[in-house]
């Protein structure tokens, strides 16, 4: 049994930073890429950052770079989401995702495991 569970999550103000973490257990963790992902109210789900098994390879979205890095533990089967500099438009549940695969993917379908979620909350 797959599970994966996000953590970090909370209210800061704008400028602030978080770091959200991902435990995964149930599969070899560092055979697989991970994703962030986040969903705004009354928005759909977004692609925010993937690493690759290793963690050599990342990509974050445009809207993040240079303020979000992706970055991964295969000895913690855990995956970290640093957000620095947040902004009000940043607030979302950010949700991780285990790959079906060990390469980077910005499509939801390439991820066949979610977490439950984690609330951001950037105040102004």
């Known amino acids: 049994q797959v599970q994966l569970v996000e953590s970090g999550g909370g209210l800061v103000q704008a400028g602030g930073s978080l770091r959200l973490s991902c435990a995964a257990s149930?599969?070899?963790?560092?055979?697989?890429?991970m994703g962030w992902f986040r969903q705004a109210p009354g928005k759909e789900r977004e692609f925010v950052a993937t690493?690759?098994?290793?963690?050599?390879?990342?990509y974050v979205a445009d809207s993040v770079k240079g303020r979000f890095t992706i970055s991964r533990d295969n000895a913690k089967n855990t995956v970290y989401l640093q957000m620095n500099s947040l902004k009000p438009e940043d607030t979302a549940v950010y949700y991780c995702?285990?790959?079906?695969?060990?390469?980077?993917?910005?499509?939801?379908?390439?991820?066949?495991?979610w977490g439950q979620g984690t609330q951001v909350t950037v105040s102004s």
């Open positions: 690493i690759n098994w290793s963690g050599a390879t990342t």
């Open positions: 995702a285990l790959g079906r695969s060990s390469v980077i993917s910005t499509l939801e379908g390439s991820y066949d495991y």
């Open positions: 149930g599969r070899t963790f560092s055979n697989y890429a």
